[in-house]
Nanobody
Framework: QVQLVESGGGLVQPGGSLRLSCAAS????????MSWYRQAPGKERELVAA????????NYADSVKGRFTISRDNAKNLVGLQMNSLKPEDTAVYYC???????????WGQGTLVTVSS
């Protein structure tokens, strides 16, 4: 089956760090652009960070630039999101997404909750 499974979420204090991981299976991972989205209750889902399949170029939401780093390991079919200097407004369910542009195919993970609070 086509699957993305996020892990690494939890409770962290403001200013702390957390690393999320996304494990991919059931599709040709290295041909997919990968990204992280997040959604808080009552808010729209927003793109946090993305990394391309072609050259691993990255882009970030303005709100997380300089604090978050997205990465991928094609040998292990993994996508990471290193989150530093966390703020309460980072609290959300974080979702991993894959996109195969040629076929306009998307795959989503189930999400992992990140709570930033003291």
């Amino acid at each position: 089956q086509v699957q993305l499974v996020e892990s690494g979420g939890g409770l962290v204090q403001p200013g702390g760090s957390l690393r999320l991981s996304c494990a991919a299976s059931g599709f040709t991972f290295n041909m997919y652009d990968m990204s992280w989205y997040r959604q808080a209750p009552g808010k729209e889902r927003e793109l946090v960070a993305a990394i391309t399949s072609a050259d691993s170029s990255t882009n970030y939401a303005d709100s997380v630039k300089g604090r978050f780093t997205i990465s991928r390991d094609n040998a292990k079919n993994l996508v990471g999101l290193q989150m530093n200097s966390l703020k309460p407004e980072d609290t959300a369910v974080y979702y991993c997404k894959g996109l195969r542009r040629f076929y306009k195919r998307e795959v989503w993970g189930q999400g992992t909750l990140v709570t930033v609070s003291s």
